[in-house]
Structure formats: C-alpha cells, structure tokens
C-alpha cells in the first residue's frame, strides 16, 4: 500500500468512526427540521408602553372581562378577585373550589360562558386535590353579588397522581360552544401522554355542563377516554381560537429547547415524549427525535424556550398593522410575542414590554380594544398595552 492511500484509508476510518457521535449530538439537542424555529428576535423597544390597571395581586394567572367592562382575575393560590374600572380590587369572591397551591398548581384560567349574559355562568380551571394526588379540573357557577353560587365540577383529570407541575390549563370555547381544556403530562408522567385510557398530556374537548360530545374522536373506542381530542401534548398554558377560521391553536411548554405553536385536530397524536425539538434538563436526549410517521409536527417551535403563557388573536385596529396577529404571553424572558401567521404559517415574530423584566402569564383583548396582560409576580399587576408615538 502506498503512503498516500494509507494516510486516506487512516482519514477514513477516522471520519466513519466520528459518524455515531455527530448523530448521537444532533438526536440531543435538534437545531432544525420541517417545522419552523423561531428566529429568536431582539425586543422592541418604544412601539408600546404598559399602564398600570390593578396592582398588588398574587401571582395572578388569568383574567377575563365582564361585559360591564370589569376584569376576572385569578389567583394562583385559590382566589379570584374582580377589578374594578378604577383598578379597586374586590375581596376574594366565594365559591371557588379548593386547590393544590403548590409549585404550578393552584387556581388557573377562568372563562365566561357564551351565553354569560344570560346564564352568568363562570368556568374556572385549577389543580384539583384528590385520592393519589393531584389533577387539572374545571368547575362552574353562577356568578352572584358577592361570589359564585351553585358551583359544579364538570371535569376531572384522570388519574391523578403526585407532584406539583404540568397542569395546564386554558379554558376555550369553539364555536358550536363546547369546551376545550388544555392540559399536561403532569411532569413525572410524561410517557402517559401517549396513552389514551390516561387523561394526563391531552387537550379535552367537553360540553358546558360536562357530558361528552358525540363527536369527540375517540368515542366509543375501547381502552380510550372519551374526552380526549388530541393527544402527545407536554404542558398546554396558551390558546386561543383563531376569529375567522373558528380553529383552536394552542402554545405549549418544551424543555429545554421545544415550546410548540400547534392547532390541534380531531384524534391526531402531537408527539410528546416521542419526539421534541428539545432536551430534557439535564441535557439528555428525549424520545427517538424530531420525527416520526403518525406523530405531527408543530407548526413553529422556540429553542431556547418562551415559557409561554396565555393567548388572544387580536381582531382591534388601535395597534396599527396589528389586526390579525396571534399575541403570546412569554413568562422567560419575559414579553409579549407577536406572531404575524399567513395561510398556516408563521411570517414573522416580534417581542415587547421587555423592559418590564416580569413574567407575562396571561394575555387577552379588553372592549376598548387595547391589549391586557396580567404579570406573574409576588405583587402582580393588570397591565394595559397603550401605543407609544
């Protein structure tokens, strides 16, 4: 053999042997594939302020508006509270359920009936306590002068199980007015969300008083759930339903690295713990990739992650070039995202109120047209989003 044909056939084997570890380096931390990544950009600065609305708040999780123009606030350790038009905060209103106030648990979303002015009916989501642990729930009730009255819990997780993380949970209403609530693995559990007789990692879709849809996927399938709609989902805490198309679009948390943008449909499997566009926090690999026949892709992700929270389409003219943007609360850094979607596909992205440096846990559309977000804190606050210049 001559020298040359030694040295390749050395440079050869040498490279043949690199193979498994460049392989083995792109399966634990995933940089691209058929789903859009965020570009990841800088904030902008000046375009929008925030105004004060409400202050001194516990980590409040969610507000809704009231026709007469006042906010439902939610707070996570078990309270919810109304906000006047002046930002005087109300006492705590009675007959909230009990809940789990630990680590993510606690008092959740809250949402309003589609025939609220009628029925006055107010459905809240929160970690509920119970034989085996903990799960997400949802309750309802009338809301009265001083609380809500006549409260059912319409909806149970199922199992439920130890520890304090992945509860979701939205609360959304489609069109025909059933109930969607997003939900999560429960954290330690995460290969239940590939299981359909187990609700943990689902998106569910109900009726208002908690029955069963006949038109839910799994139906009568054996060994199914009935609730569930979706599955393969690690942590849902944003979504909102797109105002032309009716369809439901949620956000949900990754890793390290693989918070999604999806619109979730009938029966179809979103991956999770198969595949992800992130790693675990230890830095190991997570499922078998980014891919795999049978399992959808998102149709955007983050890496590193938004820690998303809270979600509206904004269908208001006073943001000029905003209408028709999906807005997405971001808790790490802390912003609020703006997502410019065309035919399914996500076209640009852009990050304010990160001068704030606060946790943006919810975000939705007040009457007046202005954007609202609430932000997570010790002493949270109602912000109004007010353009600047």
């Avoid at 390749?8 to 498994?20: C, D, E, K, N, S």
């Avoid at 809250?110 to 997400?136: C, H, I, M, W």
């Avoid at 904004?314 to 609020?336: E, H, I, N, Q, R």
Wanted: proline share 7%; hydrophobic share 35%.
């Amino acid at each position: 053999m001559r020298p040359t044909q030694a040295i390749r056939g050395t440079a050869m084997l040498a490279f043949l042997a690199m193979i498994p570890l460049v392989t083995q380096c792109q399966a634990q931390a995933p940089r691209s594939g058929p789903a859009q990544s965020s570009p990841q950009p800088k904030p902008i600065a000046g375009k929008v302020g925030a105004e004060t609305v409400a202050k001194g708040l516990e980590h409040p999780w969610a507000l809704a508006f009231l026709p007469d123009g006042r906010i439902l606030v939610t707070e996570r350790p078990g309270r919810l509270r109304i906000v006047e038009k002046d930002g005087r905060i109300s006492r705590p209103l009675t007959g909230v359920p009990e809940v789990v106030a630990r680590g993510q648990g606690g008092l959740l979303d809250v949402a309003l009936d589609p025939k609220f002015e009628e029925n006055r009916l107010v459905y809240l989501s929160y970690a509920q306590p119970g034989e085996g642990g903990a799960g997400t729930a949802v309750a309802r009730g009338r809301l009265g002068e001083g609380g809500l009255e006549n409260v059912q819990v319409i909806y149970r997780q199922q199992p439920k199980v130890d520890g304090n993380g992945h509860f979701g949970s939205r609360l959304v209403f489609d069109r025909d007015g059933k109930l969607f609530i997003t939900q999560g693995d429960r954290q330690g559990y995460r290969e239940q969300a590939q299981d359909l007789d187990s609700g943990l990692g689902k998106l569910v879709r109900i009726n208002p008083d908690g029955s069963i849809p006949d038109d839910n996927p799994f139906v009568g399938r054996s060994g199914a759930r009935p609730e569930i709609y979706s599955l393969g989902h690690r942590s849902m805490q944003a979504a909102a339903l797109h105002p032309e198309t009716g369809q439901l679009w949620t956000v949900e948390h990754g890793a390290r690295g693989g918070d999604e943008l999806n619109h979730p449909e009938a029966g179809k499997n979103y991956g999770w713990p198969v595949i992800t566009y992130g790693i675990d926090y230890s830095g190991a690999r997570i499922g078998e990739g980014t891919a795999k026949e049978g399992m959808e892709q998102p149709v955007y992700y983050w890496d590193p992650v938004i820690a998303p929270s809270g979600a509206v389409w904004y269908t208001g003219d006073k943001y000029p070039g905003w209408k028709g943007s999906l807005f997405v609360g971001s808790m790490v850094p802390g912003a609020l995202v703006r997502l410019t979607v065309e035919n399914g596909r996500v076209t640009s992205e852009e990050r304010y109120l990160a001068e704030l440096g606060d946790r943006i846990r919810d975000v939705q559309q007040g009457p007046d047209g202005l954007l609202y977000v609430v932000t997570d804190e010790e002493d949270g606050r109602v912000l109004r989003v007010v353009p600047k210049g």
